[in-house]
């Protein structure tokens, strides 16, 4: 257990809907990192928050947004989903913005219809 | 922008023997992490290397990190099948970019 915490585990929905996936980080780190993973694709880092203001963005769509909370927990919104957005997506903190290692949560394994 | 790629992408590895992974990336880079992913598991930490020319073990894993600060490579000896799993190379731009590698998974042979 790496104390990063996901839910829901399990999401499934229709194309053009919108979802919210949420994140709460290991107690004490202010660091917050977003992930998608596709079928036997490896992590494609989407978005990194640390203390509440966005610190670096990866290849994120305009479709997504982010945002971490003032109690430093994070979300992650996807609208107008496409059947390609069918993947797993994790959460992962650590203390500090970069150099430290990184603590993933279980997923969230999203699935589109 | 930053690209780090990895190879091979898959490693079949009959038990006992070694095998080497290895990360490239297209800038240089401030740090690089590896991770190891189990089957149906989510990255787990696995060594940070940050100077240049560095060299770190972790029992039967050997991690360097070039001269360059530009690649990287995870050797593992004498392979045991709790060595299954997807492992990744991420590394830091200096402009806080993370990238990850697209992995090398690794099957063992028993």
């Known amino acids: 257990d790496s104390g990063v915490t996901q839910t829901p585990k399990h999401l499934i929905t229709a194309t053009g809907q919108r979802v919210t996936l949420r994140c709460s980080p290991r107690?004490?780190?202010?660091?917050v990192y977003w992930y998608q993973q596709s079928l036997d694709q490896g992590l494609q880092f989407l978005i990194q928050?640390?203390?509440?203001?966005?610190?670096a963005k990866g290849n994120i769509l305009e479709r997504f947004s982010a945002q971490q909370f003032p109690d430093l927990h994070s979300e992650l919104n996807l609208s107008s989903l496409e059947l390609g957005d069918s993947a797993l997506y994790f959460c992962?903190?650590?203390?500090?913005?970069?150099?430290?290692?990184?603590?993933f949560g279980p997923g969230t394994r999203l699935t589109v219809l | 922008g930053q690209q780090v790629m990895q190879i091979p992408q898959y490693q079949h590895v009959q038990e006992g023997e070694d095998f080497t992974t290895y990360c490239n990336s297209s800038?240089?880079?401030?740090?690089i992490q590896w991770y190891k992913q189990r089957p149906g598991g989510h990255p787990v930490f696995l060594i940070q290397?940050?100077?240049?020319?560095e060299v770190k073990k972790q029992k039967r894993l050997t991690f360097q990190f070039g001269e360059a600060k530009k690649n990287s490579s995870l050797h593992i000896t004498a392979t045991q099948t709790t060595d299954v799993g997807t492992y990744f190379c991420?590394?830091?731009?200096?402009?806080?970019?993370?990238?990850f590698g697209a992995g090398t998974t690794v099957t063992v042979r028993a």
């Open positions: 991420a590394g830091t731009s200096n402009d806080y970019k993370l990238s």
């Open positions: 107690s004490g780190d202010l660091s």
């Open positions: 800038t240089t880079l401030s740090n």
């Open positions: 992962a903190s650590s203390v500090v913005p970069q150099g430290y290692e990184q603590f």
């Open positions: 290397l940050v100077k240049s020319g």
């Open positions: 928050y640390y203390n509440g203001e966005e610190r």
